[in-house]
């Protein structure tokens, strides 16, 4: 498809765009260059291929959510350097 000047032109406007006379014309070799990508994807056969939101296959690496005993506290705080009310207890480093 032939891009002309005037379109460019129009859709810098609505994008509230300045350009200089050389960005004009290189915009519009650049879109055409890509008006021409599209049509050439346009005319290959998908009939018979299905929509896909990845190029890879994937599945929910998650696992399932199943209640499960939690670890023994104290266990856990054996060999905490300080604790206090059965928690961790670090220095304060914020006034």
């Known amino acids: 498809m032939k891009i ?5 032109e ?9 350009l200089t006379e050389d ?3 290189q915009m519009t070799k650049d879109l055409e260059a890509i008006i021409g990508f599209a049509d050439q994807l346009n005319s290959l056969d998908i009939e018979n291929i299905e929509p896909t939101a990845h190029v890879i296959p994937i599945q929910n690496v998650f696992r399932k959510d199943e209640v499960r005993e939690s670890l023994d506290r104290k266990e856990l705080l054996k060999n905490a350097p300080t ?3 059965g ?3 670090v220095p304060k480093i914020v006034e």
């Open 10 to 18: 129009h859709v810098a406007h609505l994008a509230r765009l300045s």
């Open 4 to 8: 002309t000047k005037e379109q460019v």
């Open 87 to 89: 928690c961790f207890s």
């Open 23 to 25: 960005e004009k014309v």
């Open 83 to 85: 604790k206090l009310n």
